[in-house]
């Protein structure tokens, strides 16, 4: 059975950092593209950073306009794990945080619709 676990979520200061962290089981996802996506109530899920599968050369990283300079996508252990690293948050940064992953494709999506796992997601809260 194939899990997203994510952890690291929490309460912050604004002006603050934080790491989540996405562990991925039950198959691996070397050449599948990840990424992270937030949500607030009453809202779409909003897609945050991603990254491409592993490949010879590495792997590519897209991010989503409001936390582009802000944020650093990560991915190891063949790519089953992906890092999402915050800094200067703000607190509209406040949002359930999920990670993501696309079955079998390896192409970028900022539609939540294109990926089939989800991890339950972790609350991150940004205070002012």
């Known amino acids: 059975q194939v899990q997203l676990v994510e952890s690291g979520g929490g309460l912050v200061q604004a002006g603050g950092s934080l790491r989540l962290s996405c562990a991925a089981s039950?198959?691996?996802?070397?050449?599948?593209?990840m990424g992270w996506f937030r949500q607030v109530p009453g809202k779409e899920r909003e897609f945050v950073p991603g990254?491409?599968?592993?490949?010879?050369?590495?792997?590519?990283?897209y991010y989503g306009v409001s936390v582009k300079r802000r944020s650093t996508i990560l991915r190891s252990n063949a790519g089953n794990t992906l890092v999402l690293q915050m800094n200067s948050l703000k607190p509209e940064d406040t949002a359930v945080y999920y990670c993501?992953?696309?079955?079998?494709?390896?192409?970028?999506?900022?539609?939540?619709?294109?990926?089939?796992?989800w991890g339950q997601g972790t609350q991150v809260t940004v205070s002012s």
């Open positions: 990254a491409t599968g592993i490949g010879p050369n590495g792997y590519s990283t």
């Open positions: 039950g198959r691996t996802f070397t050449t599948n593209f």
């Open positions: 993501a992953a696309r079955r079998v494709l390896n192409t970028p999506a900022a539609n939540p619709h294109e990926y089939d796992y």
